[in-house]
């Protein structure tokens, strides 16, 4: 079953991890309006050629070893962000997907997203699990130009947890590739 969350407003890829040198910087952050997802990763359409992901597998500086192939967050985690941390365009923390829809928790997630494309084909995004903030960008996101300690950023850490920082999802692997693009409607996945 198909629960309506929202749809997509935007796709993007890090071309290059952004941590690469120990401090956040999004300025690797690439979006587009069509995106490929598989088991492996997202690979983004760019008007001239597809743009792998630095958390996709075949990456040559692949994040996390390819096991956090792909993310998901939502537009009602940006405006918890904003409020908390004064700005926080949408996109900055780097997921993959990004919904125009509420903050989503744990506990709101029964079996996974669902991605419902415009021909009526649907896409599962399987194995939710938040993804853990971490210290580069909890200290970007606070305006600090270093990263600071893990003892001064407690209470950041933990407003961040539980899905404010987005979410890693899988798809199954025997999909092989699908297209989704902007504006692609996403719902909790209820099997």
């Known amino acids: 079953m198909f629960e309506p969350i929202g749809r997509i407003v935007r796709l993007q890829v890090q071309a290059e991890p952004v941590k690469a040198t120990g401090r956040y910087d999004p300025s690797a952050i690439v979006t587009g309006a069509t995106a490929s997802i598989g088991a492996a990763g ?36 940006y405006a918890a962000m904003a409020n908390r941390f004064g700005e926080a365009p949408v996109g900055i923390a780097g997921e993959n997907i990004i919904v125009d829809g509420p903050a989503v928790r744990m506990s709101d997630i029964a079996d996974g997203f669902v991605v ?16 853990a903030p971490c210290l580069p960008f909890t200290s970007f996101l606070s305006g600090s130009a270093i990263v600071l300690p893990r003892e001064r950023l407690t209470d950041e850490l933990a407003f961040l947890s ?22 692609d409607e996403v719902g909790f996945r209820h099997v």
């Open 42 to 77: 997202m690979l983004l359409w760019d008007g001239n050629g597809w743009i792998v992901d630095a958390h996709h597998r075949a990456h040559p500086r692949a994040r996390g070893g390819g096991n956090r192939p792909l993310s998901i967050g939502f537009t009602g985690h």
């Open 116 to 131: 419902r494309r415009s021909n009526g084909m649907e896409v599962p995004l399987d194995a939710p699990r938040p993804a």
């Open 162 to 183: 539980d899905g404010t920082r987005g979410f890693l999802v899988e798809t199954n692997p025997t999909l092989g590739r699908v297209e989704i693009e902007v504006g």
